[in-house]
């Protein structure tokens, strides 16, 4: 089992940054695939960045060059880094963990980008 918990979010004018942070508890950490997920209002779920166990990293077309995902298996946590924001980029951003046997989410942080 693993928990998760994430922390950063809030508003941020457009072309600001915010970083994200997700702690991890409950099982090994470095075991896990982590992401980085946002859903906008009346739109779906969507990946915005991933770091494998072994640290290789995956971005979505929209937030390339201006996000960037991290982790710390010492601390249990993963980060986004998230500069020059954009008002599309206004949505809940959840946290997840996962490996081929379980997929494991956090409550989610709200994010709004808006002058």
């Known amino acids: 089992q693993v928990q998760l918990v994430e922390s950063g979010g809030g508003l941020v004018q457009p072309g600001g940054s915010l970083r994200l942070s997700c702690a991890a508890s409950g099982s090994i950490f470095s075991a896990y695939n982590m992401g980085w997920y946002r859903q906008a209002p009346g739109k779906q779920r969507e990946l915005v960045a991933d770091i494998r166990s072994g640290g290789l990293t995956n971005y979505a077309d929209s937030v390339k060059g201006r996000f960037t995902i991290s982790r710390d298996n010492g601390k249990n946590t993963v980060y986004l880094q998230m500069n020059s924001m954009k008002p599309e980029d206004t949505a809940v951003y959840y946290c997840?963990?996962?490996?081929?046997?379980?997929?494991?989410w956090g409550q989610g942080t709200q994010v709004t980008v808006s002058s």
């Open positions: 997840n963990a996962h490996n081929v046997y379980v997929n494991y």
